[in-house]
């Protein structure tokens, strides 16, 4: 280790508490973007994040108003002829539902066996405080930090992000520079650092479903009524077959064979991921479709996904209702090469293809990102490399991630600098789950790597 | 008319108003069996069912507690010689959801162009007034009753019955009688007065899909991992076809060729349910087995539906959640020679059979009900043909009605007698629906109806 990095240990030991103190009342914010009767709670939350970057000693923290949930943005551009890193992080987190399933509180975070477990520990409050501390070391340590930082901030990732990717492609100008850096990632194991080099793209879209012009009784109506659900159903089941194949004609026709070394990385499964998705989910088998390995079919193949079915009757006991309508919340993660918006196309075409007689369709496209694909050879990714090397003790490895992550096609797309993607998740840490966790041993990792990672990129 | 019934007509029409008070004061109770936080309303629906018996002046009127809601048992017994008829209701209603599309509070009776709206006031509380004010009637014109009453009410028929079932089986010597009369049922139209002669049975059932052993974020687990809902919608698309047929193999198996009279009404359809169908529908085709007529698809005929599904995320906006379990209500509906247990067994075989590999499915008989057939030959059927007949000015027409009323089956088959199903309710009564209604001169004519019909049941 370098000797000028001893002050920087030397004050994260001494503030550990305080670190994670102020992730905790953070975490009791409960910023859920979804639900609009926490509306208030997601501006209290960005509050928040303008109090710790005021602490750092930012410039610049301000609240940005949007038709939905308020952006965080902050800049500290005191380097001159030094680079410029844009942070990004959101501070918006998921639903808690099925509450009951949670062993503490979501919104009382609790820590038990070296984790804390909260509601958007691990996404993504966790990691913007990461940032926030190495900040904060860096400053404090240095009094200065050694490169220019823009800080932006969202509550509506959980929500379709539709805010910032306004802001971004109507004020680029503001966010000007050399390098993006995106803290909503993982690693596959707390002893195996990690680059993200590629992420899938989403369309999320909501089937709905009309028969009759109102609820109905199975008794007096079973055999001539249309009964949306039962239409859903063999929607569903035709849009994907059981072996994971998606019948939308035309949407294969574009997926790019993965790079051989990816290739070659995917069938050798070096990190044993087929044992750890068997392990993290608790089942004998895995599902999807057999003849491709895993980590292809969680990055590099299109997958598509119901995440809830409305209509009827669903309390306890027993109600024969026909419903009038129903609906379908469905999602497609995308390869790279697959765009959102001709995706939604061939999907809303096939979904009245394969729709029953005697139903009104209609399909909604509720949001929809571009995934991405990040060169290793650029220099902030070699700085993040060096940095994971340096607190880690071996090189990180460089992976595909299935999660959609639309700003870092944006930042792409718009701002035309290198992404990096570096998060200190774990695999295990219930994302959009009960019981959502953030290692302790993570958090603080995270913020060496960090701090390292600004100091190297002041160096190239 | 008998000059005999002209102070029965006078009593109606003096106390007109004070009938639908009667009726309103016990609509306003929210007697819903399927919801527990309603478990006091339900005892309250019943109290008051005992003082409308004890205006009348039965004999006696009393609560009998079970493991569920109460049972209401009321006897006369003061006519030696004369026949018993047992009569039956429930004062238990549906839940009312969805809540937004009720012109007026589902709980707050309210009178609209010559209707009464409100959750029961059809199904069933509406009917089993009629009873009430029927007896009210004759006693107070004749200081006595024609006959031997004996009233069994109940506050579960909309969440499977087991109360009754079991107090009939264990003390059928009480409920002795020489015909049984079940007011719960409909009539194609207002001028059109039917009684029932068959009725289907039901087994409702809840499937159980588990997946992974807990919830996932499509973006990481996409591709590997089970999703109960997918598997679902599999398991339903295959119980049943787009075209109405259902592959449970050996279902159809016991379904009896109707009789030649039946299948010429059916196919005749001299009531035009067809049109009446699409009308209350607003549909512009029927769904089902098109092969069949459709009086004979919702009479005769298994079918099929699903009720509602559970799990992963349903709220506003988008979580890509894979949830860890998903369930769905599905129930058939089963002509009289398919039995409710036998047909379950199929069912859950099928089920397991169908099921997609990589989940656990578990399949809950949550009741089950048989269904029965009337002969239109019996003394109290003639006695409630002459009695609609002198009513509405025709004959009534015989119909098989596609709803499940266990306590049919379980009158046929534990008490041996006959079962008059005679109802006052119309096609377009929205039951199990919002806006459901009972037309006002159904309800009188219901009453002249059924005082006529004890009347006449003493003279054979």
């Known amino acids: 280790m370098a000797t000028n990095e001893t002050p920087i240990e030397t004050y994260i030991t001494k503030h550990q508490e305080q670190f994670l103190e102020d992730l905790k009342a953070w975490l009791r914010i409960p910023s859920i973007s979804t639900l609009p009767e926490h509306k208030a709670d997601v501006k209290h939350a960005a509050e928040y994040a303008i109090g710790q970057l005021q602490r750092i000693g930012m410039s610049e923290a301000t609240l940005i108003p949007t038709n939905g949930h308020p952006l965080v943005y902050s800049e500290w551009l005191k380097a001159p002829g030094k680079p410029t890193l844009l942070i990004y992080g959101h501070y918006d987190v998921q639903p808690v539902d099925p509450i009951e399933l949670w062993e503490s509180a979501p919104f009382d975070p609790t820590i038990r066996n070296g984790n804390i477990y909260a509601r958007g520990s691990s996404d993504d409050k966790g990691q913007v405080m990461v940032i926030f501390k190495a900040l904060e070391t860096l400053m404090a340590v240095n009094d200065t930090l050694p490169i220019n930082i823009k800080v932006l901030l969202e509550g509506e990732e959980e929500a379709g992000g539709e805010s910032i990717a306004h802001y971004i492609t109507t004020t680029p100008e503001r966010l000007g520079c050399d390098a993006a850096f995106i803290c909503d990632t993982h690693m596959p194991a707390a002893d195996m650092p990690a680059l993200i080099t590629g992420l899938r793209g ?14 109905l009784h199975s008794g007096s109506y079973g055999g001539v009524a249309p009964n949306p659900l039962h239409s859903l159903a063999i929607i569903i089941s035709r849009l994907k077959d059981e072996d994971g194949h998606i019948h939308i004609p035309g949407l294969y026709d574009k997926v790019r064979k993965p790079h051989p070394q990816e290739q ?15 392990r993290e989910m608790g ?19 299109p997958t598509l996904e119901v995440h809830g079915i409305s209509g009827g009757f669903v309390g306890e006991g027993a109600k024969t209702v026909i419903p009038a309508v129903a609906k379908a919340k469905i999602s497609l993660r995308l390869p790279p090469d697959l765009k959102s918006q001709e995706v939604f196309t061939l999907f809303e075409k096939t979904v009245h293809e394969v729709a029953p007689a005697g139903v009104t369709v209609n399909v ?3 949001h929809g990102g571009e995934g991405i694909i990040v060169s290793p050879d650029s220099a902030p990714i070699q700085a993040a490399s060096a940095a994971l090397a340096e607190v880690y003790g071996k090189p990180p490895v460089f992976l595909r991630e299935g999660g959609s992550i639309p700003i870092a096609a944006l930042f792409d797309a718009v701002l035309h600098v290198p992404v990096v993607l570096m998060g200190f998740g774990l695999p295990d840490d219930n994302l959009h789950a009960p019981n959502e966790k953030y290692a302790l041993s993570q958090f603080f990792n995270g913020i060496r790597t960090v701090a390292s990672f600004v100091q190297k990129l002041a160096q190239k």
């Open 364 to 366: 909604i496209n509720v």
């Open 264 to 278: 070659e990385f995917w069938e050798k499964d070096p990190l044993h991921i087929k044992e750890a998705y068997l």
């Open 202 to 215: 989403i369309i999320y879209t909501e089937v709905e479903v009309q028969g009759a012009t109102q609820d």
């Open 283 to 301: 089942v004998n088998q895995l599902s999807g479709e057999l003849e491709y390995p895993p980590l292809e079919r969680t990055g590099g193949r």
